[in-house]
Structure formats: structure tokens, C-alpha cells
């Protein structure tokens, strides 16, 4: 009976490494530990810490780097006492790389798989032969990202994204409601923070100009939901609901989200959208350093040009969110062209099954 070790440190790494871990235990009888979400504790036995590890930004981080030090070095004691077979290392590539450089170095009889390739495409290609020495296979989610791994030596495979097998299980019989704008202002405490003040200031705008529009909210759990509840004015008029995202995309005309996973999840659905992005300044000029690609959000990369507008950091604005969101509810023929480019982008993600190949990916390592 092989130990499997995994690391997974925000929501959209915990739902993979929850159906990789029941994709594993349907193949075989393994034992699993690490760190992940509730997800992964329900099916894995790992312990949850996404909450407060989901932060975003290198001044977000630097705010909690001695707690960071201290999951580390816990990661690491916990990996020397349990000698896991493999390590299986869920996205999270700020603190899961340097736990691979780590357990590489002291522990070089465990394989690493790293499930979701870095963006390193992005940013610091010139980490992909480091990343070749600490990694035995990275699982990409996208197909143009196996090329830029194979230049710089690092074993890559395309699998299919998960996201499509995930995201059937939540479609539902459902029409989109005519007036019904979706606001996503994502799934962390200082996303939210950011980025729900400037979606309530747009809803009051849209209001006073169009008394018939609803407005709806996505919260990943009640805290977040209390958190943004405590944000609105008297006089705002805004539904805000607990673990409603995919069935909010069905249901929603058009939508303003935050960048992210669930960009991916609305151009799966169809739903028509722009794209929103806001971090602390010193990330802000950290990334535009570094960064190099022409959009930020994953749509427009995959597809090579703007499909989704995008408002970032100090273009972002309450005035201008409301007049996207007018232009959508006043041209039927673009929104739906919109969703037409989306569907057709989102078509590109494969057919599902991931997860099974993934976890064949997992016991060739084993076999090793």
C-alpha cells in the first residue's frame, strides 16, 4: 500500500485534488495525507488550510510569510515521517515548487508530479530547467504549454482540463433570466476585499439607469458571504448566495467576474462576461515587470485576441463596468456572438476524463 503525499492550496486545487484522490482509490488501495481544502478532507484525509493559504499577490503573501514558513516546515517533517512514494503537488506554484526543490534535495527517492503547469509561460520561463530537476511529470491543462516546458527540458503531458468533467456534473435544465447580471468578485478574503466595492458602486449606477436589472452574488462559503453582506449600503438590493456559482452562470444575461478559475467555468456555459483584476500596487508593478503576455485573462490567451474585455487595476471603475453591462442587455446579437466565442473557446478543453488519466499518471510513478 503506497502513500501518496498532496499539496493543494486554493479552491480550485482542493475540487482536483478531491476527484484525483477518489480517481486513485477507485484504481487501487492507497493511503493519503497532505494539505488541501474541505474537499480533499472529506475523501483524502488531508488536512484543510485553504482558507487562509488562498491569498494572491507577493504583498498578501509577505503579510503572512512566518505562517507560510511554518506550514513549510511542517510539509517537510510530515514528508520525512511518512516517506509518501509520491508527492502530487495541485497548482499553488509559489509554495509548491519550493516544497519540490525541498523534498528533491533531502528525499530524492519520491516522485513529484506537478498537476497544473505553472504559468511560467507568463512569467520566468527561465525557471523551466529548475523545474526539470525537481519534477518527474507535469500535468498542463492547456496544449500549447507542453511546447514551452519541452524547450526548456521539463517533462509536460496534456491530458484534457478538468474543469469539463467538473463542470457537467453541475450543468443543470435551466434558461437565463432575462435582467439577471452575475457579479463574481471571487473566491478570496482580500479579492473580495478589492474587488466587491467597485461591483456594489457599478450596481447602484445600473439601478438608477435601469431600475428592472437584478443583481446576484456567488459566495464559495458563509463567512465570505457575511463579509460581502457587511459590505452593502441601505438601499442595496443585492442576492447574495452560498455555493451558487456554476448554477448562477446558467441562470445569469451577462456577468462581471473576477479573473480566475471561474472565467474558464462561464466561458464553458456560455455566459457572456468582462473580466475584472485588482491586487496590492507593489504586486501591480512586480507583475508588469515580469509578465508576458498581452491579457490576463485565460479566454483571451487560449484564443490569441480580446473576447472578453478586460478592467485591470487602475482602469478598473464602477462607471465603466456599468456601461459594459448596458452595451450587453442593449445588443442582444453581440451578447450572443459574445457567447458563441466563448462556447467555441471553452470547446477546445476536451472531452472529460481527466482525472482517471491524471491518476494513471500518478501509478506509472508508483511503478518507478
Known sequence: MALIYLVAGEVSGDLHGAELVSALKSGGKHEFAGWGGPRMAEVGGTRDWVEKAGVMGVWDVLKQYSWFKARFREAMEEIER????????????????????????????????????PQVWAWKQSRIPKMAKWLDQVVCLFPFEV?????????????????????REKEEDLVREENLIGLFPGSR?????RLFPVLVEASRLLRKSHPELRFEVPAISEKLAETMRGMLGEGDDITIKVGSSQNLMQRATCAVMASGTATLEAAWFGLPY?????VAPLTWQVAKMVVKVEHIGIVNILAGRRVVPEYLQHDLSAEKLAQWVVGQMEDPAGRENLSQDLLAVAAELG???VHQRVAGEVEKLLEI
Open 82 to 117: 511518512l516517506k509518501p512514494a509520491v508527492l502530487v503537488l495541485i497548482d499553488y506554484p509559489g509554495f509548491n515548487l519550493r516544497l519540490a526543490k525541498a523534498v528533491r534535495a533531502r528525499f530524492p527517492e519520491v516522485r513529484i508530479l506537478q498537476y497544473v503547469c
Open 147 to 167: 511546447e514551452v516546458l519541452a524547450k526548456g527540458g521539463c517533462p509536460g503531458i496534456y491530458l484534457g482540463h478538468p474543469i469539463v468533467e467538473e463542470l
Open 189 to 193: 478574503g482580500r479579492e473580495v476585499d
Open 274 to 278: 468582462c473580466v475584472i483584476y485588482r
Open 351 to 353: 472531452d472529460g476524463g
